[in-house]
């Protein structure tokens, strides 16, 4: 089992000393410290230093932060990084807010994020399917918009111009704004139309 430790700042100019020197005190080896300098709402698992971290970790190694908060810039964000972690095996022990798997204290903790992080993606979930539901209550279409069947008939006439005078179906289709499978799609659908009665 190894320490990792996790420091992070918002910018340059802010110094991350404090926690690497809290880090150290912890038992984590300096070459074992993975850093990121990350303005803005980058997600943890987006930062160059947190992928290099997740990339080193294995299971069995603990994670080391100076405070749960290192780990990302919103409770979701760390909510998602503390699943990642304890999804590949990895223990997160935070120095500054006694979360680790050392203690019942720290485990409850531990557990108490994970349960969090679910019921904040199943709130998600929820929110999502409310307003798709109200929108399309609300007359709201999803999907492709519907076209126009005359523009479709008259880039159909241009394809079939454009074929008689030797063009590929892809070249005669990309003349128009289709892709060769929207073409054949158009084309097909014409076909079914002018068979029915």
């Keep these: 089992m190894r320490l990792l430790g996790y420091t992070r700042v918002s910018t340059a100019a802010q110094d991350a000393q404090l926690q690497v020197d809290s880090l150290l005190s ?26 290099n971290l997740l990339g080193y970790a294995e299971s069995g190694d603990t994670v080391v932060v100076w405070r749960v908060d ?9 909510l998602n990084t503390v699943n990642v972690l304890r999804g590949t ?8 807010d006694g ?3 050392a203690t019942t204290t720290g485990m409850l903790m531990l557990n108490m994020l994970a ?15 409310a307003g798709i539901a109200a929108a399309r209550s609300n007359g709201t279409r999803f999907g492709r918009p519907v ?26 289709a990309r003349l128009v704004g289709w892709s060769r499978a929207t073409l054949y799609r158009h084309q097909q659908a014409q076909a079914k139309n002018s068979a029915q009665p």
Excluded: C, H, W
């Design 26 to 51: 912890a038992g984590v080896q300096k070459r074992d410290i993975f850093s990121d300098v990350t303005p803005g709402s980058r997600s943890a698992v987006d930062r160059p230093g947190m992928k």
């Design 70 to 78: 290192r780990l990302g810039r919103s409770l979701i964000d760390v």
């Design 89 to 96: 095996g990895v223990e997160l022990r935070s120095i500054s």
């Design 99 to 101: 979360i680790g798997p």
């Design 115 to 129: 349960t969090l992080a679910e019921y904040e993606r199943e709130l998600i979930t929820e929110r999502v399917n």
């Design 147 to 172: 076209a126009d069947p005359s523009v479709i008939a008259g880039k159909l006439e241009i394809v079939r111009q454009e074929r008689a005078k030797g063009r590929t179906a892809e070249d005669a």
